[in-house]
């Protein structure tokens, strides 16, 4: 019984994790683009005031650059955009994963805040 119950265990993580991967493909595409990153350049600026290690700030700009990553996505949606950083937006690709990523994203991002 217990060996059945660690494959079926190892089963669902399987599945668990190609489905993560199927939600953020929208968000990797847009990351294959880099973008000027700015955001993060901002919080290194705002360290200087901060003081805080250089770990956590390194944290903070990753942080927001993934929600901006991620309102990028549902703003391509709802402008009807073609074109993201000179390439296809990520929903004329990938369609209505786009959409669930977004979710996806911001929803993991308060979940780890709480």
Not at 1 to 10: D, K
Not at 31 to 47: D, M
Not at 66 to 71: F, G, P, T, V
Request: aromatic share 8%.
């Amino acid at each position: 019984m217990c060996h059945t119950m660690s494959i079926n265990n190892m089963r669902e993580q399987y599945q668990s994790i190609n489905e993560d991967k199927i939600l953020l493909q929208p968000f990797n595409y847009i990351l294959q683009v880099p973008g000027k990153k700015i955001r993060s350049e901002l919080t290194k600026a705002f360290n200087h005031w901060l003081n805080i290690t250089p770990e956590m700030c390194h944290i903070i700009g990753e942080v927001v650059q993934m929600l901006h990553n991620a309102s990028l996505l549902i703003d391509d949606i709802e402008d009807s955009s073609c074109l993201r950083r000179g390439v296809p937006v990520a929903h004329h690709i990938l369609v209505l994963l786009a959409l669930s990523t977004q979710l996806i994203m911001y929803i993991s991002w308060a979940w780890r805040s709480c």
